[in-house]
């Protein structure tokens, strides 16, 4: 049995991936040792792991493209080696985040023998550089949403042959079940949560269609002539983010940079919106959903979007599109019944993802 198990994470802030990462690594056997190497030490502090700081310049971590992409590759490729050399040899590396992330451990395969474990959480590029990372993963777990990019990333490999060996294998994100509950009073100030600054997150759509409903839309929910607002975000690093000052375009959205404290979050707020469009799985929603909150989404064909029925257990606007999440918002605002109806459907069609061994085979492969 494999006793040491090394993760990589070169992501500089925290995802959803991670908070995946750190409940398959919360049911791992005790007997297993696992290192993690990454440039966010916060991220991992509250794991049982040992942590190991990757080299990683800041101007160079939100390259994604381009001579300075590879440059950084290569940079974290000695990282990586200079730390491996001290720690000494692992035989199984994780991949976090996807073949174009963590290209810099397909380099390093290319130099020592290790096997390694991809995790694919989101659609993925059809590139060179995609193909060259899925090609030598040993094994690959990803989103069912995700399939249809990998089989385009592995345009010069025999597809048939990854799915019939196994080596490419779908898994479905789980939760903790929640005990939260949403306050059932007429007089609640609904209170909007959105998911934090990522420039794809589209914060700006969320702001824009508060503002709207705040001035356009007559809001009757009692004691209440306007919604208050709260975005919960990621502190902004790099200018991957969007300047935190967009939020004082509207005065009673209020910003929450602490998410250890997002279980307190959603039990004060009461409604979810979601504004990134295509979303492969979005584990926030989920969570949210199990906590009480009314989700509203995009109609993009995306993974929520086809498992979830408008005005049942979500509400449904058009991407990209402020007038109608406005809308969407003052349907909730002025109809307290239908808030606490979908809330409740909400938690009920999040109870499936409660106990299902989501991660039983990245379990069963990672001692192997």
């Not at 420039?199 to 929910?221: C, G, M, P, Q, R």
């Not at 004060?268 to 919106?273: A, K, L, R, T």
């Not at 929520?304 to 999440?325: F, M, V």
């Amino acid at each position: 049995m494999i006793k040491r198990v090394l993760i990589y994470d070169p992501v500089p802030f925290r995802n959803g991936s991670k908070t995946v990462m750190k409940t398959i690594v919360s049911e791992l056997p005790s007997s297993i040792d696992v290192w993690v190497i990454s440039n966010d030490e916060k991220s991992w502090r509250d794991s049982n792991v040992h942590f190991v700081q990757l080299f990683s310049p800041p101007f160079l971590q939100n390259k994604t493209t381009g001579l300075l992409y590879f440059i950084k590759h290569f940079i974290y490729l000695f990282s990586l080696i200079s730390n491996m050399m001290k720690l000494k040899r692992f035989r199984k590396v994780i991949g976090l985040s996807g073949p174009c992330v963590d290209l810099s451990l397909y380099l390093l395969s290319e130099l020592v023998h290790i096997k390694i474990i991809q995790l694919i959480h989101g659609g993925i590029a059809n590139s060179k550089v995609t193909d060259f990372g899925l090609k030598r993963a040993n094994q690959i777990f990803y989103l069912p949403s995700t399939h249809h990019s990998i089989l385009q990333g592995l345009k010069s490999q025999n597809n048939d042959n990854y799915t019939e060996n196994k080596k490419v294998t779908p898994f479905v994100n789980n939760i903790i079940s929640s005990t939260s509950k949403l306050k059932e009073s007429n007089d609640q100030i609904v209170s909007l949560s959105a998911a934090s600054l990522l420039k794809w997150k589209h914060l700006e759509l969320f702001i824009d269609a508060v503002s709207k409903l705040n001035n356009t839309y007559e809001i009757t929910y009692k004691n209440a002539n306007k919604c208050s607002a709260k975005v919960c975000f990621i502190q902004p690093q790099s200018d991957a983010y969007l300047n935190i000052y967009i939020l004082n375009k509207v005065n009673n959205i209020y910003r929450e940079t602490n998410l250890k404290n997002s279980n307190s979050n959603s039990a004060n707020s009461s409604i979810f919106i979601s504004t990134a469009k295509g979303k492969p799985f979005g584990l926030s929603i989920l969570e949210s959903m199990a906590t009480g909150l009314v989700i509203v989404i995009p109609a993009d064909n995306a993974y929520w979007d086809q498992h979830l029925t408008d005005g049942y257990d979500c509400i449904k606007y058009a991407p990209n599109n402020r007038e109608s999440l406005s809308k969407a918002l003052a349907r909730l605002v002025n109809d307290p019944t239908l808030l606490l109806k979908i809330s409740h459907q909400a938690k009920l069609s999040a109870q499936q993802y409660y106990n299902l061994h989501c991660y039983s085979q990245i379990l069963k492969c990672i001692p192997n």
